[in-house]
Structure formats: C-alpha cells, structure tokens
C-alpha cells in the first residue's frame, strides 16, 4: 500500500505494465522503452506502484476497500508514481528494522531500507510510523 | 427534480441533517431528505463523478455548512457547561479575557473620622491559546460514482466529528493542565477506581466553590469512572422512580451527591490513539472554568486533479482559542492506572 500524504497535484500518473509479480506500494525501476516495471534494488530513479480499484465478481455487489488490491500480478497494468521532491508517501513496502527517524533509505527488491554506502545519495528520509485505517505497519518518508 | 441543491446550502443546518439522516437512520429517511438525496445522487455521479467537473466548489461547500461554528458548538454538553464558548471573532482579531479577580478588600472595624488600611483588587487578563485546526483527504471521482450521495454525507460526517473530538479533546486537555497537583481540588487514588473517600471529596470540593454563577456541579471522565461512581455505597439509596429506570437501562447514574455525571468512551480514540477523553482522571467542573471563541470561518478548498482522478479536499481556518479564567472551579480525581 502506498499512500500520498502530501502530494504534487496534476503531476502525470502513468499507467505502466509489470514484469513480475509485486506488491501495491513497492518501489519499482521503469524501463522506457518497454513501459514495463520491475522491483527496483536502487537508489535514484525509484517509481511506486499503485493500482487501480477494479469492481469485477463480489466486488460488483460489495464495495471493496483500499486493502483488497495489494497483491499484483505479473504483467498487470498499474499506475506508476513519480515521487517529486518536497511530497511526502506512507507505505508498508519498508523495512524498518534498525531505522531511525532521519536515516536515508533506499529500495532493495523493490522494499525501502536503510542506506548505507549510498546515503549521501539516496532520495528518501525515513519519517516514522503513520496511522492508517487498513493496515498497521505504514511508514512515512519524505522525498528530498 | 423539485430540489436545488443550492437551495439545500441555503438553509442553515440543513446539510447536516440530511448527511445524519443518511449515516445513522437511512431506512427512516423523511421524504424531504430522500428527495436531497436523489437530487444530491444525480448531481454527484452524473455531473461530478463523470465529467471531473464542480465548478462551484458545492462538496466544499457543503463541507464548510457542516463545520460552521453553530453547528459544532452545539457538540458536547460538557464542554458548554465548562467553557463559555458564546464568542466569536473575526479572523483578523485578537481577543483578551478577564480572569474574575478575588474580592480582597479587607473590612476593618473602625470608628468615624479616620482612616484604616486600603486593601485592593487586581484585574488580571489572559490571552487565549489559539488553535487552528486542518485536515486533508481525497476522494476519487470512482468512488463518488459509485457511491455518490453517500460517498459525500460520509465524508461530510467524518470531517465534522473529526474536527469536533480534535476539539473536545484539546480543551480536556488544557482543563487537565489547569489542575495540577498543587491545585486545592486534585485528589488521588491509590486505587484503579475512584472510590466513596474520593467522589465525596470531589463533590464537596465543587460544592464548595460554587458561587452565584454556577449552574450546577458536573462530573465526567470515561465509562469505567463513572460506573464505579454509581456503585459506591450508598450511590443508589433514595432514588427516584425515574432514576431508578435509567439506573436500571445503563447501570450509570444521573447524579452523584450532587454532582451531574457524564461518561465518555474510553475505547473511541482519535486518531493516532489518543482517547478523546483521557484515561486515569476523572474531572468536576463547578460552573465556567474559561472561555472559548471561535476565529473566523472555516475554509474548505477543493481541487479535481483530472490526472490522477481524485477529488483534494482540504479543511483549514476551524479557529478557535481558549483559556482558562477560572481554574478554581474544577477539580479531578487521578487514579492509580496499573
């Protein structure tokens, strides 16, 4: 899951393919020439996956909620996020162990974690824990 | 269709009824609410949801018809008798209140023609804290047309009571701050509960500073506090017929040895998990401990961001200071939480 905190309005959202099988919010790396994602082990030029509701089967008679689209199949269409300096994210796609508040942090098997050879780089800065209604472990951080 | 909904944003409180009506007795909707609601249904998911478009910014509006002051001042019946919350000024204005001073003029015993000790009153004012509470959320134009009236009358509840318990809970809190453990009326508990030794002692506090201007006693922390106060001995003795039923419907009684209570829930928290009324205390409030106004009027924003599809709402200017002129009149029980 990923959710935009506080978010540049009007920037592009491109709907883009996966290569792999991923999770909702995890960082990914895009590939222009194919307009495909894949889960991104880097620390510059990281997107997010986000997806689109769909109301096929039992969701047609019951509305669904944000937590019913976190898996993603490979090969799926989704919504590619730029993030843009200044915006501010909450994901649970992050491994918080050993992060305090304050550490860079970047994507390893399209996960965040801790930066450590590549700090000085690495785009984010963890924030800390966020409250949301569907899942427990969301994390926000601050694009740089 | 008979109904505008600009005619619906004309009346006062209107909106907040019918969003209620929705959200808490949809199967009992009057025919003059059912017809908001269709006029409300076509509106949001033919105009709104499918061409992205609201050029009049009317969920904002109608947003800010339900967050005006006299439709949130109106919240908690607590926080009336405790705060005198009839101010209001405008966004560019500043405000200071007077504590009520002592009466220490010292009366001698003289004889005529000369002269004994002056003895004075001081004046003192206090300058509110203010507060200036902001939300922000999304909506996607998805949702609104596929959920359409009730996408927004939910979203018109939620903001409102969201602003309303961020309120009542940062007013608990400076009430809380007013009685430290040097005020005459800060009692402890050695025990989890609040016990007969302790309730009494709060009621006589109360009763005790009491003066012309207080209308009635009352006492209030969360559930668990004031269903202990009701089962302490003696609690339930002399009451009437009609006590006696709502004794009997709830297990909490209306009065405590003079004393009006009221409980809270102590599982609805905001959040980040805070509870709205906090746990371990149990307040007494003899008349008006201080002052609130409102500043200004809230301003709700609204932006369609057509690429990403979704509807910004954004919620700020609910403005509202307070202060504390009189800390004398409460008192609390701390308890000893395990």
């Not at chain 1, 965040?112 to 000085?120: D, G, P, Q, R």
């Not at chain 2, 907040?16 to 007795?25: F, G, I, Q």
């Not at chain 2, 004889?111 to 001081?122: K, L, M, Q, T, W």
């Amino acid at each position: 899951m990923i959710r935009s905190l506080q978010v540049n309005s009007g920037k592009v959202v491109e709907i883009v393919e996966t290569s792999e099988a991923m999770t909702r919010g995890m960082a990914v790396a895009y590939t222009p020439a194919t307009g495909k994602v894949a889960k991104a082990t880097a620390y510059a030029g990281v997107a997010f996956v986000d997806v689109a509701p769909n109301y096929d089967g039992i969701n047609s008679m019951v509305t669904p909620n944000d937590a019913q689209f976190e898996t993603i199949a490979s090969g799926a269409k989704v919504l590619k996020i730029t993030p843009v300096s200044g915006e501010h994210y909450a994901t649970n796609q992050i491994t918080v162990t050993g992060l305090a508040a304050g550490d860079k942090i970047e994507a390893s098997a399209g996960l965040l974690i801790k930066s450590t050879t590549n700090a000085a780089n690495a785009p984010f800065v963890y924030v800390g824990a966020y409250d949301d209604p569907d899942f427990t472990g969301m994390y926000e951080f601050y694009v740089l | 269709m008979n109904t505008e909904i600009s005619s619906v944003l004309a009346q006062d409180g209107k909106i907040v009824e019918w969003a209620e009506n929705v959200k808490y007795r949809s199967v009992n909707m009057t025919p003059e609410n059912a017809e908001i609601s269709e006029a409300m249904d076509a509106w949001l998911k033919e105009t709104v949801g499918r061409t992205g478009t609201d050029p009049n910014h009317e969920i904002a509006q109608m947003i800010m018809k339900a967050i005006t002051p006299a439709v949130v001042a109106g919240a908690s019946e607590v926080i009336d008798r405790a705060f005198d919350t009839e101010a209001a000024i405008g966004e560019f204005d500043d405000a200071r209140w007077e504590i009520a001073p002592k009466n220490t003029i010292k009366v001698h015993d003289g004889i005529v023609g000369g002269n004994v000790n002056r003895s004075y009153i001081d004046f003192k004012s206090v300058a509110p804290t203010w507060k200036s509470l902001q939300a922000e959320t999304e909506v996607t134009l998805q949702e609104i047309r596929r959920g359409g009236y009730r996408t927004v009358a939910e979203l018109i509840n939620k903001i409102r009571e969201a602003l309303d318990a961020k309120k009542m809970n940062l007013l608990l809190t400076a009430l809380d701050g007013a009685v430290g453990a040097t005020h005459s009326g800060y009692f402890t508990e050695s025990t989890a509960l609040p016990t007969e030794t302790s309730a009494q002692k709060l009621a006589l506090y109360l009763m005790d500073v009491a003066d012309e201007n207080t209308n009635g006693c009352i006492c209030f922390g969360q559930n668990k506090y004031i269903q202990a106060i009701s089962g302490l001995t003696g609690a339930t003795t002399y009451l009437t017929d009609r006590e006696k039923s709502l004794y009997n419907a709830n297990g909490l009684l209306k009065q405590y040895a003079g004393m009006e209570l009221f409980g809270y829930s102590g599982t609805r928290k905001l959040p980040g998990g805070d509870a709205i009324v906090p746990s371990g205390k149990v307040f007494g409030v003899a008349g008006k401990v201080g002052k609130v106004a409102t500043r200004g009027e809230t301003v709700v924003l609204q932006e369609t961001d057509i690429n990403s599809e979704k509807i910004h709402i954004k919620v700020n200017g609910y403005s509202f200071g307070y202060a504390i002129t009189d800390a004398e009149k409460a008192g609390k029980i701390v308890v000893t939480e395990s």
